[in-house]
Antibody
Framework: QVQLAESGGGLVKPGGSLRLSCAASGFSFSDYYMAWIRQAPGKGLEWVSY????????FHADSVKGRFTISRDNAKNSLYLQMSSLRAEDTATYYCARVGGWSYAYWGQGTLVTVSS | QSALTQPRSVSGSLGQSVTISCTGTSSDVGGHNFVSWYQQYPAKAPKLLIFEVTRRPSGVPDRFSGSKSGNTASLTISGLQGEDEADYYC??????????FGGGTELTVL
C-alpha cells in the first residue's frame, strides 16, 4: 500500500537550515507530482511546495519563496525540502503528500520543525 | 494566496446532518472544479474525503457529500456519528499551480 514517511525535523535556531526527507513506497513514485504541506501548532493547513514528476517544474508558496527548495530523487523514491533562513513562523509539522488532480489522497505522518533560540 | 473562509466550528446531534461551508473567490473555488475536503483527527495526518467538488475516494462513506455554488463549496455529513467529531478543511486549486486551504472547521457531535 502507499506509504510516505517524513524525517529530518527537529529544533533549529532562527536563521538556520534543515533538510526534510520523505521516503515513498507502494506506488510508482516517478509517476506522481508531490507536495509539502505544513501545519503550525493549533493552526490550519498551508500548502508549501509542489514538484512535477521529473522535478523540472517547482512552485513554492510566497511565504517560503527564496528560502525553501523542493526536490526529488526518483531513483531513491524520495522527496526533499531544503529549508534555509528559518523563522519562528516556520515552526510547524511538515507533511509530504502525493498529488492527484489538485487533491492529496496520501499523506505521511508528518515531521515537526521547531524554530527557536 | 488568501485562505478560504470556513466557520470556526459547527455542531450537530447524532443522526442529524451538518453542512460546512467554504467560501473563496472566482479565482479559486468559483473558477475551478478542484475543491477537496479533508478530515483530521488530533495529532493525525489529514484524510481526503472529497475531491473535484463531489467525488469520494473509495472507502469514504456516502454520508459525506460535496457541492459547490458560485464561490462557495459545501461539505454535508448526514447521519452524524460520534467518530465524525474532527476538524475539517477545504482546499481549492487557485491557478498557477497554487492550492489554497480553508482555516478549518471543528465539528462537535452532540
Amino acid at each position: 500500500q502507499v506509504q510516505l514517511a517524513e524525517s529530518g525535523g527537529g529544533l533549529v535556531k532562527p536563521g538556520g537550515s534543515l533538510r526534510l526527507s520523505c521516503a515513498a513506497s507502494g506506488f510508482s513514485f516517478s509517476d506522481y507530482y508531490m507536495a509539502w504541506i505544513r501545519q503550525a501548532p493549533g493552526k490550519g493547513l498551508e500548502w508549501v511546495s509542489y514538484i512535477s514528476t521529473s522535478g523540472s517544474t517547482k512552485f513554492h508558496a510566497d511565504s517560503v519563496k527564496g528560502r525553501f527548495t523542493i526536490s526529488r530523487d526518483n531513483a531513491k523514491n524520495s522527496l526533499y525540502l531544503q529549508m534555509s533562513s528559518l523563522r519562528a513562523e516556520d515552526t510547524a509539522t511538515y507533511y509530504c503528500a502525493r498529488v492527484g488532480g489538485w487533491s492529496y489522497a496520501y499523506w505521511g505522518q508528518g515531521t515537526l520543525v521547531t524554530v527557536s533560540s | 494566496q488568501s485562505a478560504l473562509t470556513q466557520p470556526r466550528s459547527v455542531s450537530g446531534s447524532l443522526g442529524q446532518s451538518v453542512t460546512i461551508s467554504c467560501t473563496g473567490t472566482s479565482s479559486d473555488v468559483g473558477g475551478h472544479n478542484f475543491v477537496s475536503w479533508y478530515q483530521q483527527y488530533p495529532a493525525k495526518a489529514p484524510k481526503l474525503l472529497i475531491f473535484e467538488v463531489t467525488r469520494r475516494p473509495s472507502g469514504v462513506p456516502d454520508r459525506f457529500s460535496g457541492s459547490k455554488s458560485g464561490n462557495t463549496a459545501s461539505l454535508t455529513i448526514s447521519g452524524l456519528q460520534g467518530e465524525d467529531e474532527a476538524d475539517y478543511y477545504c482546499s481549492s486549486y487557485a491557478g498557477s499551480y497554487i492550492v489554497v486551504f480553508g482555516g478549518g472547521t471543528e465539528l462537535t457531535v452532540l
